[in-house]
């Protein structure tokens, strides 16, 4: 069992920036790939960003490339999200969540956390 405790939400301005953190306990953190999903309000939940279990290598999705970055610290047991030029669209409950696999699809993560409310005023 991984527990994913994700923290940093909040109310920020449109062009703003904010950090997400995601907190593991229980299994080795390290032997997860770990990933960050949202899901805004009437819409179904979509991958964000994803990251190795060394964190060698990283992925974000197109709507996000270039402007959010996602981190790892496998000495903290922990996983960030860094989001810059946030855009009202943006605006989600943001989940992580631990892969023994890796990839995009919600299917191949087996553990999630409880979300964090992100809101990107115009």
């Known amino acids: 069992q991984v527990q994913l405790v994700e923290s940093g939400g909040g109310l920020v301005q449109d062009g703003g920036s904010l950090r997400l953190s995601c907190a593991a306990s229980?299994?080795?953190?390290?032997?997860?790939?770990m990933g960050w999903f949202r899901q805004a309000p009437g819409k179904e939940r979509e991958f964000v960003a994803g990251i190795s279990r060394s964190g060698g290598m990283t992925f974000h999705s197109d709507s996000v490339k270039g402007r959010f970055t996602i981190s790892r610290d496998n000495a903290k047991n922990k996983v960030y999200l860094q989001m810059n030029s946030l855009k009202p669209e943006d605006t989600a409950v943001y989940y992580c969540a631990a892969s023994l696999g890796a990839g995009t699809k919600q299917s191949r993560y087996d553990y999630w956390g409880q979300g964090t409310q992100v809101t990107v005023s115009s």
């Open positions: 229980g299994r080795t953190f390290s032997g997860y790939a």
